[in-house]
């Protein structure tokens, strides 16, 4: 019976973050509807006057982060490093790949431009691929097999990843502030939601053993 609670207890909090990561995306993208919001200009001329251009070297790198070319790489590596990752392969592939799709449609539902150029820019995609990449990261790295110190490099690594990507995005002028915390939002949304779906089904697994493996006694 402990162990069913501490299950629900996990599948709650993961539902927690994709309903809630919804709503505020939601919010958001109505905000974001009518233009940059209080702040965008302010902490983009901040970023300008702040980072030197010898920095944008590092910032196009760091870029790539919210990519296929690094995001490819590093989800067949969590695969390879988690027994649940690979044992539900599609569900982390759906979640990893339907986020961008999702962005994708809504940049063209929300309409709102980029701080440079005409293109839509809310959310932000590598925000978003990276968001949702970082979230599977942490769920499938907590229920693999990890010694305490790997397990806070491994988390620390993917949320760096995240963060890192948001930051260039602002710093090459490519979107709003508010467009990567869309971006963060929504892939946060819908990692959760994976997250939350295998937390839930596998816990539904476990109690029908019990009750086999009962009716059997």
Not at 104 to 131: C, D, M
Not at 132 to 158: D, E, H, K
Request: proline residues 4%; glycine residues 12%.
């Amino acid at each position: 019976m402990r162990r069913v609670m501490r299950h629900m207890s996990a599948s709650a909090r993961w539902r927690a973050l994709a309903v809630s990561s919804l709503v505020l995306f939601l919010l958001l993208s109505v905000a974001a509807a009518h233009g940059p919001l209080p702040g965008d200009v302010t902490l983009r001329d901040a970023v300008k006057a702040q980072v030197p251009p010898e920095a944008m070297v590092v910032a196009h790198a760091i870029n790539l982060g919210g990519t296929w070319m690094v995001l490819v790489p590093a989800a067949a590596g969590l695969y390879a490093l988690s027994r649940r990752g690979r044992g539900r392969w599609w569900l982390w592939g759906l979640a990893l790949v339907g986020a961008p799709l999702v962005e994708n449609a809504w940049k063209a539902l929300v309409a709102r431009p980029r701080p440079e150029g005409t293109a839509y820019g809310f959310p932000s995609g590598h925000a978003t691929a990276a968001a949702v990449f970082v979230v599977v990261a942490l769920y499938l790295s907590t229920r693999t097999r990890l010694r305490a110190g790997r397990l806070m490099g491994l988390a620390a690594l993917v949320l760096v990843l995240g963060v890192g990507v948001g930051a260039a995005r602002i710093a090459l002028g490519a979107h709003w502030g508010s467009d990567v915390l869309g971006g963060w939002l929504l892939g946060a949304a819908c990692g959760g939601a994976a997250a939350w779906w295998d937390s839930a089904h596998a816990g539904a697994a476990r109690d029908h053993g019990a009750r086999a493996a009962a009716a059997v006694d």
